[in-house]
């Protein structure tokens, strides 16, 4: 049981420790922190020295003594942005569940790749979507990668072609940079992207990007079916509700 509770990587909970010291003491000398995490003083030194390479940490000239920078109120304060634009988007991704009776998505994209952050599952349907919260798709194969490619420069658009691994990975996959710029401008001309199964046979998905204040081209939402019950008249009438939740979205953030 000991080792379970044993921090598998010391030199990370020394870190912390350091971190969560100084954010409830303020500024500490060298020893107070050294003393309070019961290390020796150059191993605490190597601490403070390595968090104020990163940017975590500053020592003051005035005396020598160390406090947290600015940076962790930053970091903070995206998880707590990030928190709050998902509280606010879910009662319109549910209200789409809802009058779609299809599984909507949120996403945040993260490089070459969007993450799941918010899903409401559709409570009218016995098929159940796969995905899951925190897990990853690239920007190219994706209905919501589209959607928030075709909001970018080409040359933002490129980079994100060029650190993708690109695969096929359906027969439907786009994998001719061409093709995708293609695809992007046709999203721009109707205001949504689509997913024709590209990532998963069997499965289409219809998606819109968000303007949010501060964010720009990072979050996007889908409705996501079984090709069954997402045929061409079905994406015609669903394009209306999802366009209506974007300008939903957009002027209540």
């Known amino acids: 049981m000991a080792e379970q509770n044993k921090n598998p990587i010391q030199v990370a909970g ?20 050294a003393d309070a995490l019961e290390l020796n003083k150059s191993t605490a030194h190597r601490i403070l020295t390595s968090l104020q390479y990163m940017g975590y940490v500053r020592q003051r000239e005035e005396d020598s003594r160390y406090e947290l920078s600015y940076k962790i109120v930053h970091l903070s304060s995206q998880v707590i942005s990030r928190m709050d634009i998902i509280a606010r988007v879910r009662p319109c991704l549910r209200k789409l569940m809802e009058s779609s009776g299809e ?35 690239p920007v190219y194969r994706s209905g919501v990668g589209k959607a928030i490619a075709a909001t970018m420069e080409e040359k933002n658009v490129a980079r994100l072609w060029q650190e993708s691994q690109i695969v096929r990975v359906t027969p439907y996959t786009i994998t ?9 401008d046709e999203v721009r001309g109707r205001g949504y992207a689509l997913d024709n199964e ?12 968000l303007d949010i204040p501060g964010c720009p081209s990072e979050y996007a939402f889908s409705i ?7 045929d061409n008249d079905r994406i015609a009438a669903l394009a209306k509700d999802v366009l209506a939740a974007k300008r939903e979205i957009e002027t209540t953030i």
Do not use: W
């Open 103 to 137: 599984t909507v998505h949120f996403v945040k994209r993260e490089g070459a790749e969007v993450v799941y952050v918010d899903k409401v599952e559709s409570t009218r349907n016995a098929f159940h979507m796969v995905s899951q919260i925190g897990s990853r798709i």
């Open 224 to 230: 996501s079916a079984p090709i069954g019950r997402m």
């Open 14 to 33: 020394r870190l912390f420790g350091a971190m969560e010291y100084l954010a409830e003491h303020g500024a500490s000398n060298l020893m107070e922190v």
């Open 198 to 209: 590209e990532n998963e046979v069997g499965v289409r998905c219809i998606a819109a990007s």
């Open 176 to 184: 001719d940079y061409a093709d995708f710029l293609h695809e992007l």
